[in-house]
């Protein structure tokens, strides 16, 4: 077969481009949500943190959960919370903002390896008959979903950059509100329309010199 295997790949690669718009449509829709609702969305993300801590605390009670990854991810999300005393607005050069996208990296480094260990152990058990309870693999990716890439997710969807985020930024007109204000545009909001300005100027360029 010839045919079949390039239809496959030009199917995967179409199929992938349509859920990347897709997520990106969504990810403008609830930016634009946020800016519309930012007392709503505040409170529900500041409720988010702390169920997130209690899960954390029950795991480590109830299912044995390693005390020192615990306290990370626990100090993680109370860093997450300081991002919300000015919540929509942050300052990309805030060592608040910046702890936390490192922090998010860490959390997912040490839980990675825990449950890859956690993994290792229960292959090399001596006997057939040690019985080792190993997670399965849609309760590590529902335990990283949720407890571990939930928050940040939500954060860099809710947050207003109060910075240029974009080079382009600084020389369109700022976006105004029903009351003639300055209006605060959401970071993956200004990402998405940076990018639909780069890809339309591309076109526009390429166009035969055409508007």
Known sequence: MWILPLIGYAGAVIGFC???LSIASGLYY??????????????LLTRLIYTVIGIQVILWLVDGFPIGATLLGIFAHVVYLGNMRRFPLVKLSDPLFLLSCVLVLV??????????????RAYQRSSYYDQVEVPSF???????????WLVPFALFVSLSAGDNVLPTMGTEEPVRGADGKGKPQGMVKALVD???GTIGGIAGSSSLGRP
């Open 138 to 148: 849609s309760m590590i990716a529902s335990y990283f979903g949720l407890c571990v």
């Open 18 to 20: 349509f859920l990347t």
């Open 30 to 43: 609830l930016s634009e949500l946020v800016e519309e609702h930012t007392v709503v969305a505040k409170r």
């Open 107 to 120: 959390d997912h480094y040490v839980w990675f390896r825990h449950f890859s260990s956690s993994q290792t």
């Open 194 to 196: 940076y990018v639909r």
